[in-house]
């Protein structure tokens, strides 16, 4: 049967379990789990003391839904996925999971699942430092970052 | 036309301005609608090549792309991403 897809953006705090249930199945063997979290960074001296994040809502549902049927194309025995992201004043726990009945296809499957979202899901970050100033980041994996705008690399 | 123009992330800074609604010709090429929003705000120049458009919640690079937009369309401004 055609499994859920819990995806959701919340102001509040996530919970690890909550996401663990939404995907437990009888016939699922493995469950793989990715948490983001914040890393505690200074950049030039300056030290993190936050983050903010902001989303287009209504394109990151249509977005996420499109990442999940990607998934299940190229894992067909992937059972569920269950996508959390903050938003707003964060010191963030982004717990995402993906069961399927053999280890393999999950750990697979998670991996692209955080590349895809990182490529294009309409979700922004913003760092807040000690020094009162804050900057947007930007993913590599976006194709419209200046970190990709590399000028004579070969590969 | 008249359509809703988001902006988010930095574009907010720079424009100073969420959502605005902005009458446009159709059809449009990308790079002319990304024009027309550079003559009303012209800080989102800063952003000139590292930014994508996206109307009715579908990606459309600035370029020659031609669109069809009819009333109430959403357009919205899309920084680099950095969810995740």
């Given at each position: 049967?055609?499994?859920?897809?819990?995806?959701?953006?919340?102001?509040d705090?996530?919970?690890?379990?909550?996401?663990?249930?939404?995907?437990?199945?009888?016939?699922?063997?493995?469950?793989?789990v990715?948490?983001?979290?914040?890393?505690e960074?200074?950049?030039?001296?300056?030290?993190?003391?936050?983050?903010?994040?902001?989303?287009?809502?209504?394109?990151?549902?249509?977005?996420?839904?499109?990442?999940?049927?990607?998934?299940?194309?190229?894992?067909?025995?992937?059972?569920h996925?269950?996508?959390?992201?903050r938003?707003?004043?964060?010191?963030?726990?982004?717990?995402?999971?993906?069961?399927?009945?053999?280890r393999?296809?999950?750990?697979?499957?998670?991996?692209?699942?955080?590349?895809?979202?990182?490529?294009?899901?309409?979700?922004?970050?913003?760092?807040?430092?000690?020094?009162?100033?804050?900057?947007?980041?930007?993913?590599?994996?976006?194709?419209?970052?200046?970190?990709?705008?590399?000028?004579?690399?070969?590969? | 036309?008249?359509?809703?123009?988001?902006?988010?992330?930095?574009?907010?800074?720079?424009?100073?301005?969420?959502?605005?609604?902005?009458?446009?010709?159709?059809?449009?090429?990308?790079?002319?609608?990304w024009?027309?929003?550079?003559?009303?705000?012209?800080?989102?120049?800063?952003?000139?090549?590292?930014?994508?458009?996206?109307?009715?919640?579908?990606?459309?690079a600035?370029?020659?792309?031609?669109?069809?937009l009819?009333?109430?369309?959403?357009?919205?401004?899309?920084?680099?991403?950095?969810?995740?």
């Open positions: 049967d055609a499994a859920s897809t819990p995806t959701s953006l919340s102001r705090w996530l919970s690890v379990q909550e996401v663990v249930d939404a995907v437990s199945s009888s016939s699922c063997g493995a469950i793989s990715f948490i983001g979290t914040t890393r960074d200074e950049l030039d001296g300056r030290k993190v003391i936050g983050l903010e994040y902001e989303a287009y809502e209504l394109m990151a549902q249509s977005e996420f839904t499109k990442l999940c049927a990607d998934i299940r194309e190229r894992w067909p025995t992937v059972t996925i269950c996508v959390h992201h938003l707003g004043w964060v010191r963030p726990v982004l717990p995402w999971q993906i069961s399927s009945p053999h393999h296809d999950s750990q697979q499957a998670i991996q692209r699942c955080i590349d895809q979202l990182k490529a294009n899901i309409p979700i922004w970050k913003k760092e807040v430092y000690d020094t009162q100033d804050s900057s947007w980041k930007e993913n590599a994996e976006c194709s419209w970052s200046t970190r990709n705008k590399s000028s004579s690399e070969s590969v | 036309m008249c359509v809703c123009v988001l902006y988010f992330a930095k574009s907010v800074e720079l424009t100073g301005v969420k959502e605005e609604i902005v009458a446009v010709p159709t059809p449009i090429s990308s790079r002319d609608v024009r027309l929003l550079l003559q009303r705000h012209q800080r989102l120049s800063v952003l000139q090549d590292q930014v994508v458009l996206a109307v009715r919640q579908q990606y459309v600035v370029g020659d792309q031609v669109v069809t009819a009333d109430g369309d959403e357009v919205a401004v899309v920084p680099p991403l950095s969810g995740g």
